[in-house]
């Protein structure tokens, strides 16, 4: 939604392909949601727009997963990296936060790009019911920054993976 690199799509449905073992494919680009900008802070509301995107059909995809280039928040929250709603059809990654330098200084495409995977494919684990994870290496750990999204591995625990696994294949 909105400019996004063109590059970033084609990543995380690399990762949910490779990572989730799903199928993923890039659908066309949106414009920004413009519904849900909050004007005072010139963010998106990220539950407006997951609110509107889940009464909507996207191709008989079985979950959404949508890219923006804007800064998103919850009224709880300064700022928001990505949010879904726990066993829903819908969420969201914003890139607006991912070019900051991390504690190695590094903030070139290749880092903003997994760290964009990495926000994706948390977000994707809510959605299959997975909540946020006490083992800080762990994918499903919360990362409220950068910084901690660095210490992330691109990978689950191995209680994470089991839910995972169940949660794929059903009882």
Do not use: N
Request: proline share 6%; charged share 20%.
């Amino acid at each position: 939604m909105g400019r996004v690199p063109a590059l970033a799509p084609r990543v995380i449905a690399a990762h949910i392909q490779a990572f989730f073992g799903l199928p993923a494919e890039v659908l066309p680009g949106l414009p920004a949601p413009v519904y849900a900008l909050d004007p005072g802070r010139m963010q998106f509301d990220a539950g407006k727009i997951i609110q509107r995107f889940e009464r909507e059909a996207f191709a008989g995809c079985r979950k959404w997963i949508g890219v923006m280039e804007g800064d998103l928040f919850l009224p709880i929250f300064t700022y928001v990296l990505g949010e879904a709603r726990q066993g829903g059809r819908c969420a969201l990654v914003s890139m607006c936060r991912l070019a900051e330098k991390g504690d190695s200084g590094d903030a070139g495409q290749p880092t903003i790009l997994e760290r964009c995977a990495k926000v994706a494919l948390h977000e994707l684990g809510h959605l299959f019911g997975i909540v946020h994870c006490h083992d800080p290496l762990c994918l499903m750990h919360i990362s409220g920054d950068v910084h901690e999204l660095d210490q992330r591995r691109l990978t689950l625990c191995r209680y994470c993976r089991r839910l995972l696994d169940q949660r794929l294949c059903g009882p």
